[in-house]
C-alpha cells in the first residue's frame, strides 16, 4: 500500500521546496503532465495524475482524488506519452477551458469521466500572473477540495 502524503496543491503544483525536486527559480511553469482519469477508488468519481517531467523521464508523480491530498506514486505513463509531452506542443488554454466544460456536462449527464492528458509548459508569469491558478483550476474544478468533503465543491 502507498504510503499516503497529505500536501496542498498550491506546494505540488506550485514547485514548492518540500514537495519537488530542487530547481532554478523561474516565473515559468514546470513541464507538467497531468492525466484525468476514472478513479480507481469508488468513493471518487475521477482522479488525477500529476507527474513532473524532466525532458521525456518523470522526475516525480502524485496521484490525487481531491484538490489537497497528493500521494506520490511510481508513475508507469508510456515512453510514447511521455516523450510527446517533452517535445510536442503544450495544451492550449482554450483546448483547458473546453474540458472543463465536457467534464462539467458529462458529471451533470450521470457520464463516466474521459480519460484526458494534459501537457503544461513553458507558461509565463506562472505565480507572477496567477497563470498556475489559471491553468490548473479548470482541471481540477469538479474534484472536491479535501477527503471529507466529496460533493465537488
Not at 65 to 87: H, K, M, W
Given at each position: 500500500?502507498?504510503?499516503?502524503?497529505?500536501?496542498?496543491l498550491?506546494l505540488?503544483?506550485g514547485?514548492?521546496?518540500a514537495?519537488?525536486p530542487?530547481?532554478?527559480?523561474s516565473?515559468?511553469?514546470?513541464?507538467l503532465?497531468l492525466?484525468?482519469?476514472?478513479?480507481?477508488?469508488p468513493e471518487?468519481r475521477?482522479?488525477?495524475v500529476?507527474?513532473y517531467?524532466?525532458?521525456d523521464?518523470i522526475r516525480?508523480s502524485y496521484?490525487?482524488?481531491n484538490?489537497?491530498?497528493?500521494?506520490?506514486?511510481?508513475n508507469?505513463?508510456?515512453?510514447?506519452?511521455l516523450a510527446?509531452c517533452?517535445?510536442?506542443?503544450a495544451?492550449s488554454?482554450?483546448?483547458?477551458?473546453?474540458f472543463e466544460?465536457a467534464?462539467?456536462r458529462?458529471?451533470r449527464?450521470?457520464q463516466?469521466?474521459?480519460?484526458?492528458?494534459?501537457?503544461?509548459k513553458?507558461?509565463?508569469?506562472?505565480?507572477?500572473r496567477?497563470?498556475?491558478?489559471?491553468?490548473?483550476?479548470?482541471i481540477?474544478?469538479?474534484?472536491?477540495?479535501?477527503?471529507?468533503l466529496?460533493?465537488g465543491?
Amino acid at each position: 500500500m502507498l504510503k499516503r502524503t497529505v500536501l496542498t496543491l498550491s506546494l505540488i503544483l506550485g514547485m514548492g521546496a518540500a514537495a519537488t525536486p530542487a530547481v532554478a527559480q523561474s516565473d515559468t511553469s514546470p513541464v507538467l503532465l497531468l492525466e484525468s482519469v476514472p478513479s480507481d477508488n469508488p468513493e471518487y468519481r475521477r482522479m488525477m495524475v500529476v507527474s513532473y517531467l524532466s525532458g521525456d523521464s518523470i522526475r516525480v508523480s502524485y496521484k490525487a482524488y481531491n484538490r489537497s491530498e497528493f500521494a506520490r506514486i511510481t508513475n508507469t505513463t508510456p515512453r510514447d506519452v511521455l516523450a510527446q509531452c517533452a517535445g510536442g506542443s503544450a495544451t492550449s488554454f482554450r483546448e483547458i477551458q473546453a474540458f472543463e466544460r465536457a467534464e462539467a456536462r458529462r458529471k451533470r449527464n450521470g457520464q463516466p469521466p474521459e480519460a484526458t492528458k494534459f501537457c503544461i509548459k513553458n507558461v509565463s508569469g506562472w505565480e507572477s500572473r496567477g497563470n498556475r491558478k489559471k491553468y490548473l483550476d479548470p482541471i481540477f474544478n469538479g474534484m472536491p477540495y479535501a477527503a471529507t468533503l466529496n460533493d465537488g465543491r
